[in-house]
């Protein structure tokens, strides 16, 4: 049996109250009932939970956070009725074998994002994740589109090296593994790798403005013509 795994897209939160805790609702008495949102749920279960895209969420979401994550352990419930079925207290205890993951992009590049907590970082133990190796990535290419070995192993070493230009501050941005995957799936449909691999590439580097835009284009075409 599998561990079970709730998804809380933090992304898409607009109003935290509604998103994480529920809303009234009219039933068809016409009265007014406490409908809790599915992550009042997510933190009764064992298993993980997945707080995707945290520093995209409003800030208000925070204040909702902290006591699901620290040693108090519930979930604040003060909006629900007070005849509801969780009590008096409003609050809902958290499964003692509910883990909490979150992930976020960090970075100036990210637009959309908030800066996150310090009081809300310190809840998690962060872990900064890097590119795959090589040959992982290789492997995920393969795996993903079908790609020969061989074609995924130069589509890597491209991105690898535009990775190490930018980690130099050589070039203004870097690609991603989403990015290696779309060259291998444009290659599976037909195209020619050299073109498929500029066709995803060279639209992240502007074309205009000062002669640097100019040159960050110059230096990838000097990459991809590895191919």
Same mark, same amino acid.
């Given at each position: 049996?599998?561990?079970?795994?709730?998804?809380?897209?933090?992304?898409?939160?607009?109003?935290?109250?509604?998103?994480?805790?529920?809303?009234?609702?009219?039933?068809?008495?016409?009265? !007014?009932?406490?409908?809790?949102?599915?992550?009042?749920?997510?933190?009764?279960?064992?298993?993980?939970?997945?707080?995707?895209?945290?520093?995209?969420?409003?800030?208000?979401?925070?204040?909702?956070?902290?006591?699901?994550?620290?040693?108090?352990?519930?979930?604040?419930?003060?909006?629900?009725?007070?005849?509801?079925?969780?009590?008096? !207290?409003?609050?809902?205890?958290?499964?003692?074998?509910?883990?909490?993951?979150?992930?976020?992009?960090?970075?100036?590049?990210?637009?959309?994002?908030?800066?996150?907590?310090?009081?809300?970082?310190?809840?998690?133990?962060?872990?900064?994740? *890097?590119?795959?190796?090589?040959?992982?990535?290789?492997?995920?290419? *393969?795996?993903? *589109?079908?790609?020969?070995?061989?074609?995924?192993?130069?589509?890597?070493?491209?991105?690898?090296?535009?990775?190490?230009?930018?980690?130099?501050?050589?070039?203004?941005?870097?690609?991603?593994?989403?990015?290696?995957?779309?060259?291998?799936?444009?290659?599976?449909?037909?195209?020619?790798?050299?073109?498929?691999? *500029?066709?995803?590439?060279?639209?992240?580097? !502007?074309?205009?403005?000062?002669?640097?835009?100019?040159?960050?284009?110059?230096?990838?075409?000097?990459?991809?013509?590895?191919?």
């Amino acid at each position: 049996m599998g561990l079970n795994l709730s998804i809380q897209d933090m992304g898409t939160v607009q109003d935290a109250q509604s998103a994480l805790l529920g809303v009234h609702r009219l039933n068809e008495n016409n009265e !007014s009932i406490f409908d809790p949102a599915p992550f009042v749920g997510h933190v009764q279960n064992e298993g993980i939970i997945l707080l995707d895209e945290m520093n995209r969420s409003p800030l208000s979401a925070n204040n909702i956070l902290f006591p699901v994550l620290d040693r108090r352990r519930y979930l604040p419930l003060d909006i629900a009725c007070s005849n509801s079925s969780f009590g008096a !207290s409003r609050q809902v205890k958290v499964h003692e074998k509910a883990v909490f993951f979150a992930t976020a992009n960090l970075g100036a590049e990210y637009s959309g994002t908030n800066q996150i907590d310090r009081a809300l970082l310190d809840r998690f133990q962060p872990i900064e994740v *890097t590119y795959p190796s090589q040959e992982t990535e290789t492997k995920v290419l *393969t795996k993903r *589109t079908g790609l020969e070995k061989k074609t995924a192993e130069k589509i890597v070493k491209i991105a690898n090296s535009i990775r190490k230009e930018a980690a130099n501050d050589e070039l203004s941005t870097s690609i991603s593994v989403r990015h290696t995957i779309e060259i291998a799936e444009l290659i599976c449909d037909g195209w020619n790798p050299k073109d498929a691999a *500029t066709q995803v590439i060279l639209p992240l580097f !502007s074309s205009e403005g000062s002669s640097s835009d100019t040159n960050e284009r110059q230096k990838i075409n000097s990459i991809v013509s590895a191919f």
